[in-house]
């Protein structure tokens, strides 16, 4: 983050804009505080009060000039009343700002009087705008208590059994997890663990735990934990070969592919590892008519069908 | 940039900040570390005022009073310049400080906003203890927000249409950005996705619209975020996800639970195809209740499967 002597003209320049007024306002603030508060290195803010003291008004004589003194380990700037105040937020540095601390605010269990919101209120009565108005960002919706229990888990390297629903198989099952970390991505919690059960990393939807119980057993975090990819097919799990019609193209980007080619009849021929049935039974029953099966293991070739006629059957 | 540079350039935002009357070009050449040669001295203030406007800077052209011939001067209006002081407390800050480093848009960084704020101060919590990924950035991003917060009116070319749009609030789901505003070519409130806005999103100039009705309806769920004829779906969900349901949708949209567990709720739908794929991903586990239209699409589409 520290920022390089010879960085960016607007960088340094915006960095010395706030700077100024906070020195004058403090009078004679520890040089290490103000290091500290702008993000720079001693040798770099030498360097910018150097420039500082060049700097005033006509007619540039040294009464008009601004002041700046470094005494022992503290700094002063005086005669700059021209820079009182720092310069307004652009509207980058507005909604990265705002954006930022919306996002932690809407997280789950974060207290809306605490100190963040105070201070995403006074900066959005900084801009005239009401914040849950003008800006939301949805990074996972997830129960208070059971996000609370997994970041415990998280940073007390402590076991957590888990009642949890998964989605790919469509089923509920009991298990014991070393967590990892929570993360959140495309507006969904996620709890990467070690899983005891499989006996390998896991990513559970925070949404989909049923309830989780702090255990007693600690254990240890591996180095590269957490860094588990999103889906890594296995050798041995089953195939299939689908035609997808160019409204199902969007499948090849998502998932991973074995194998693409392009028919003459214009759809294209896909080979892909599939994980669980329910799985590819949901993928089936999303692209409808646009995707066919070709081929594949016996259990597979007629998930789709087989899951639209259950569906069906609610209907009749 | 060099120092000298540098102090050229405070020294001209100094000069144009204190002046009460527009300083005129000429002026400005004499009173600054310029270049004596004319041509010289131009493309070194235009350069100048680039930097100074690309760091949002306000620099205003206007007429110096009783100059005969007639000229035109330059000025920083310090109303527009300065910021009021937020009065952030250090705990504040350090919360902010502890925000902007846990989540960041790609390619815009807090920081130099959180230094005109206060500074970084650091705050006893050294992380939020959710990792989140880095937010995409948009180019109309931050035009947007700002005519959000200003209600400036907008155009843009979206769908093939250029319309004009009274921005009322940007969205981030599911990784996208989304604006709501009011679209003057429909005339009425639409969501629009960042990412399919063609080119540039302009300001109008034109005069900031009222205050969007704080009862505004959120963009939400992909279903919610078409331009179809909106309709109300009831759908029943039971077994494991109901569970999901109940606490997800929460009680203004859950019209009954019943004995076995299964709730019901009513959904605005605006994307027809996006409510289909959210049905079908429960596989058994829901059901379209009403209306008969969405049922209907809903079974054909399934006979559909070879």
């Given amino acids: ?316 | 940039m060099s120092s000298r540079k540098l102090e050229r350039l405070l020294n001209l935002t100094a000069l144009l900040l204190d002046a009460r009357v527009p300083v005129s070009a000429e002026k400005i050449q004499t009173e600054l570390d310029y270049p004596d040669d004319l041509a010289a001295f131009r493309r070194a203030f235009e350069r100048d005022k680039e930097e100074l406007r690309d760091m949002g800077i306000p620099l205003r052209l206007e007429p110096v009073p009783a100059s005969f011939p007639a000229v035109d001067g330059y000025r920083i209006p310090r109303e527009e310049y300065a910021l009021r002081d937020p009065g952030l407390t250090i705990d504040e800050l350090a919360a902010l400080h502890l925000a902007v480093s846990a989540v960041q848009v790609e390619g815009l960084s807090a920081i130099p906003g959180l230094l005109k704020l206060g500074g970084i101060v650091a705050g006893v919590g050294s992380d939020i203890g959710v990792r989140v990924a880095p937010l995409p950035a948009d180019p109309n991003l931050a035009c947007l927000f700002a005519a959000v917060a200003g209600r400036r009116p907008v155009s843009m070319r979206y769908g093939d249409q250029d319309r004009v749009i009274d921005p009322y609030r940007l969205e981030f789901l599911r990784g996208r950005w989304y604006l709501t505003g009011y679209d003057h070519l429909r005339e009425d409130v639409r969501n629009f996705r960042l990412g399919r806005i063609e080119g540039r999103v302009v300001p109008t100039g034109g005069e900031a619209f009222a205050a969007a009705e704080p009862s505004l309806e959120q963009a939400g769920a992909a279903w919610e975020l078409g331009d179809e004829e909106p309709v109300v779906a009831r759908l029943r969900i039971g077994g494991p996800p109901a569970q999901w349901a109940l606490q997800h949708f929460g009680s203004d949209r859950v019209v009954e639970v019943a004995e076995d567990g299964s709730v019901v709720i009513d959904l605005p739908v605006n994307h027809r195809s996006a409510f289909r794929s959210f049905v079908l991903s429960f596989l058994d586990h829901a059901e379209i209740l009403s209306p008969a239209e969405l049922r209907e699409d809903l079974m054909r589409w399934l006979r559909g499967i070879t």
């Avoid at chain 1, 005086?78 to 720092?86: G, I, K, L």
């Avoid at chain 1, 208590?145 to 957590?160: D, H, K, P």
């Fill in chain 1, 1 to 316: 983050m520290s920022t390089p002597a010879n960085s960016g003209a607007a960088q340094r320049m915006q960095r010395l804009l706030a700077m100024v007024p906070w020195i004058v306002a403090q009078d004679g603030p520890l040089t290490a505080e103000v290091c500290a508060r702008f993000d720079v290195s001693p040798e770099q803010l030498a360097a910018d009060l150097g420039v500082i003291w060049l700097v005033g008004l006509p007619p540039y004589t040294p009464d008009a000039l601004i002041d700046v003194v470094q005494e022992g380990d503290r700094v002063h700037i005086r005669f700059a009343d021209v820079f009182n105040q720092p310069h307004r937020l652009t509207p980058e540095q507005a909604v990265a700002l705002l954006t930022a601390g919306s996002s932690v605010l809407a997280l789950p269990g974060t207290d809306p009087d605490g100190p963040l919101g105070r201070g995403v209120g006074k900066l959005a009565a900084l801009l005239g705008v009401d914040a849950d108005q003008v800006l939301e960002v949805d990074l996972g919706a997830a129960e208070v208590e059971t996000l609370a229990v997994l970041r415990r888990g998280v940073s007390e390297q402590r076991q957590l059994h888990l009642d949890y629903y998964s989605f790919a198989r469509d089923t509920r099952s009991q298990r014991n997890v070393n967590p990892y970390l929570v993360e959140t991505q495309d507006s969904s919690l996620y709890l990467l663990a070690y899983c005891h059960q499989a006996q390998a990393d896991r990513r559970f939807r925070v949404d989909r735990i049923v309830s989780a119980t702090l255990l007693d057993d600690t254990f240890v975090v591996p180095t590269g934990a957490g860094e588990l990819g999103l889906f890594e097919p296995d050798a041995t799990d089953p195939r299939v070969t689908l035609d997808l019609e160019p409204a199902a193209a969007w499948v090849i980007e998502t998932y991973p592919m074995e194998s693409v080619e392009m028919r003459p009849d214009g759809r294209q021929r896909v080979t892909l590892a599939v994980t669980a049935e329910a799985w590819l039974a949901r993928l089936l029953l999303v692209l409808g008519p646009h995707a066919s099966v070709v081929s594949g293991a016996p259990e597979l070739v007629d998930a789709g069908r087989r899951a639209a006629a259950q569906i069906l059957a609610r209907y009749a």
